[in-house]
């Protein structure tokens, strides 16, 4: 039986708001409308491209007016990239709309008092803020609609840039990236060059063949410090071998800036950007600084990607744990001790628990670097070492907790008033998980101060602070 055609469903609509997920919303008729491609304010003409009970999913076709907070965007790549889907929406309604995230998240999911929400923190800098990129190779590049109209002819059996939202199989070939120094994007430009010239193959997601997965460059802003890091299968070809060579031999003096490079080998189906690394010229790891604390960061270390606005969403976190010389912190999901060894200058004693025993080791490492002795680090589940050490030691004064995304798993959140700390600090990635987190809390920690801190720039993410103290 013959399908039969489906209608277009095209309207046009007055955009009143952005969501949290960073979609235009309107509202028509009494259906909500999240639409790809409009900013607040915009009239525009859009095509519905996916129905569900609650609402559609929309794209803009025409814009009839533009909105007075419509910019254009930096990027040739914006729409086609899947990073910095706000570039066409002014930077001040974007902090603006950010705040309004995370008020929404703790009144629709939380349904508690957040006491005093500050006005999100915006960046000094909207570009050029990250200092991790992590660039993939595949076999199957991505061609805009702007290319395809050109009627020029592409080879699609190399790319090198970004994955396309929603593709995982499909790379964006990007010659300019507004995320990181000019630096990475002549890197860029130049492994691609290289790479073609000597045949080496993209590692294909399909058939689990070929030798370049990825090219990772990460940058100490404040010690002028770059690392490369080069992802592969194991070599075969001689294509592969003369571009290994190029990298080890060449790569150095061609860019002089770049003061460590790796070669990391990877030969399992996943693409995910990790491997078994091997130091090809310079130390192996790079240094930055943040708070007056030196940090070592080795190729697959977890370290802020935005440096300069790191340091102020610490200040802002030790302003809210508020530590005296004789306070002890206890620091859940302390990754590789950032936040820990930035308090430990100021209490009495911190002690570290994270799961990851790599990052354990990065903290414990870091500690002795910087000659602080008073922290303790600890790589086990979070709750049970919590326990355990409730059990031989004195109450913590203070907890700090910053969970990844998911937030804190819910054993977790139910055990932190049994360790009996007078003030929680919540810092977040997510402030939907953080609104889910606190409310369990609310019975026995109220909100004081909330601060959103932008760390990512024309994206909808927003880092938030929360400082829970305990009701009396």
Known sequence: ?????RVREVLDLNIDSIGFEGKAVARHDDMVYFVEGAVPGDKVQVEVIRKKRRFKEARTLAIHEASEFRVEPRCSHFGECGGCRWQHLDYNEQVRWKGIHVRDAFQRIGKIDIGELHP?????NQYFY????EFSFGDSRWLTAAQIAGGEEFDRSFALGLHVPGRYDKILDVDQCYLQSELSNAILTRVRERALAFGAKPFSTKSHTGFLRNLVVRHAQNAEQTMLILVTSSP???GDQQLMQWFDKELPGEFPAVTTTIHAVNNSKSSVAVGEPRILHGEGFITETLLGVHFRISPFSFFQTNTRQAERLFSIALEYASPTGDQRIWDLYCGAGSISLCAAQRAAHVTGIELNKTAIEDARANAMRNNINNVTFIADDMKNAAADL???SER????????????M???VVKALPEFGADTIVYVSCNPTTQARDCAILDEHYRIEHMQPVDMFPNTYHIESVARLVRRT
């Open 396 to 407: 913590p004064d203070t907890i700090i907790v910053d969970p990844p995304r998911a937030g």
């Open 130 to 133: 990250r200092n991790k990129m």
């Open 390 to 392: 409730l059990s031989r």
């Open 120 to 124: 999100a923190l915006p960046a000094d």
């Open 236 to 238: 075969e070809t001689t």
């Open 1 to 5: 039986m013959a399908r039969k055609n």
């Open 409 to 411: 798993h819910p054993d």
